[in-house]
Structures are given as C-alpha cells and as structure tokens.
C-alpha cells in the first residue's frame, strides 16, 4: 500500500473508532489519527524528495557515488519523527498549524498514561484539533480534495466532531465570560484555560451565572473533576504569556508573570502588581525601610519591608 493510502486509511479507522460507542476505542481513535495526520507529513516529504524518498530518512549522509560525484544516501533505517518533520517542512516551507498538532499529541500522550472517565471527550477534542490539520495538509501542502480521498462517510463524520466539540467548548466558555476578574491576565488568559487534571480545555463554572471571581467553582467537562484556580489560571498563563516570559528576562527584564509568595501558584502578575488567583496584592508604595527603593512582591511578602540587600545586611547583624 503507498504511503498515501496508508495514511487516509488510518485516519479512517480512527474516525470508525471514535463513531463506535465503545469506551475501548476511544484511545484506538485518538491513536490512529494522530498516526494519519503524521503520514500525511511524510507523504508531504516523500513528494518533496527528488525520486528517492530521502527525505524520509532520519539521518542522511554524503557519499561518493560511480559516477564520481557526490549523492546524498539515508543513513541506517529509522524514518524521520517529529522534530525533523517541523525542521523539513520548514526547511521547504511547507506551512502547518503545528500548535494544533501539538495540542492532539498531548492529549494523545495524556490518554496513554491515564484512564479517565472523560477520555471520549478528549478524543473529540483531538480529533477536532486534527480535523484542521488534515485538512491543511491535504488541501495546502498536498493539493487533494479531502472529501474525495477520505470518502463522504469520513470526512463528515469529522466535520461533524468538530462541529459538536466546538459547541461544548462554546458553552463552557460562555459560564467563564460571566466572570469579572480581578486582573486583565486573567480575562486575557480564559481562552487557554486547561483542565490541570486531563488538560481538556473543557473548563466550565459549577454555577454558570457567578460572576464573582472570589466564588469561581470549576470543574471539568471531559473528566468531571473539579479543578482549583490557581493551577488552571497558572497553566493557561505559560500559554498566554509564555513566548513573552522566554523574551523578557533576556532583555534583563521581569517576566510577565511570577510566582505568588502568599499562594505558591505562577499567577502573581507583574504589571499589575497583584495575584490572578488569590488577595495577595503589593502595595504601590512598598519601598525598603533602609534604602527607600521600591520592592517586589517576593521581597515585600518575605523580608519584612527591607529589599533583598538590606535584608541580608540585616541578617548577618542578627
Ligand atoms: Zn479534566
Ligand atoms: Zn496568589
Ligand atoms: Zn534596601
């Protein structure tokens, strides 16, 4: 069977799985598309390589060929995983939504080492994720018509999936709306917020008409576990801010965003001098009592007014 073929063939089995109501083949589903979708990333490469495959090779290597030049051969039998995937495409400039892509292997990832009562919905989410993907690829990088080469049956029932996934994820969304909160990262953040147990972002309120941020009760919709704030609000800010967090200390400046000294959690917010998740707030006027300059919040919660220097002078006087 051409590495095509294979590919839609997978993706369809994997649909099959999903559409049987049997809890057993949930991660079966989630499995055999996820396998699809990176077959079609390789029927890309296979295209892109001149008339040998190589690249599908892990690893490839030049050598003297009999004609006295140089070719490039694959080197041992390994194909090509992931990472070189996203480096090849790029390479080529093949475009793909790789946060998609990325999204569906977690969950796949998370499903394989945990049994959760939930895992149906969180096959519908990857298999939501996936649809984008698949269609990406086959349309863009493989100029195909997904409807002729996965079949009506298929390719609707995908359609179909996605369709009702987004409706769920629109009407948890909707009970966060509600909710008037104390920071402007946390309003930033609600599109990212994650189940902390199953990292279904399925995330909903138990009393959808709260709008106080001090009453928040979550749960989760995919695996009915109730989730604290401070881990979803810490999760969904690594996404929200997490590509500005990598910047900003390299310029010498703080992160966007900080542990909490009275909460643990990574939700302290610098700009706004406060907790996204609990009452902890710097005072605008925290300054050292020694050297008047103005103090962090780890400073502030931990050493008594004094900032970290004075702190120390103060220690070894003791
Ligand atoms: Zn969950
Ligand atoms: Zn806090
Ligand atoms: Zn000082």
Redesign the pocket.
């Known amino acids: 069977m051409s590495l095509f073929a294979n590919a839609l063939e997978s993706i369809q089995i994997g649909v099959e799985d999903l559409l049987k109501n049997d809890n057993r083949r949930v991660l079966s589903a989630v499995r055999n598309v996820h396998a699809g979708v990176l077959l079609l990333c390789k029927e890309k490469l296979r295209r892109l390589s001149p008339d040998d495959e190589i690249l599908l090779a892990q690893r490839f290597e030049p050598q003297p060929n009999d004609q006295g030049e140089v070719s490039i051969e694959a080197v041992g039998r390994n194909t090509v995983g992931v990472d070189d995937i996203k480096k090849r495409f790029k390479a080529f400039g093949v475009s793909l939504d790789w946060k998609r892509l990325d999204a569906m292997t977690d969950i796949r990832n998370h499903m394989e080492h945990s049994y959760?009562k939930?895992s149906r919905e969180?096959a519908r989410q990857a298999v939501a994720d996936a649809l984008l993907v698949i269609r990406q690829l086959l349309v863009e990088a493989l100029q195909e018509d997904p409807l002729s080469a996965l079949g009506s049956e298929c390719w609707t029932a995908l359609l179909e999936n996605a369709d009702l996934f987004e409706a769920e994820l629109q009407t948890c969304r909707a009970t966060l709306d509600k909710i008037d909160w104390e920071t402007e990262a946390a309003t930033r953040a609600t599109a990212d917020f994650?189940?902390?147990?199953?990292?279904?972002a399925?995330?909903r309120q138990r009393d959808p008409a709260n709008t106080s941020q001090h009453k928040v009760a979550l749960f989760?919709?995919?695996?009915?576990?109730d989730?604290e704030l401070g881990p979803v609000l810490s999760l969904a800010f690594d996404e929200t801010f997490g590509a500005e967090g990598h910047i900003a200390p390299k310029d010498g400046g703080e992160p966007p965003i900080t542990t909490c000294p009275e909460c643990s959690e990574e939700t302290y917010v610098v700009e706004e001098g406060r907790c996204a998740a609990c009452d902890f707030a710097l005072p605008d006027d925290a300054a050292c009592a020694v050297c008047g300059n103005g103090l962090n919040a780890e400073e502030y919660y931990e050493h008594d007014g004094l900032c970290s220097y004075h702190a120390h002078i103060a220690s070894k006087d003791d």
């Open positions: 959760y939930g969180r994650v189940c902390p147990s199953c990292h279904s399925l995330i989760c919709s995919a695996c009915g576990e989730a």
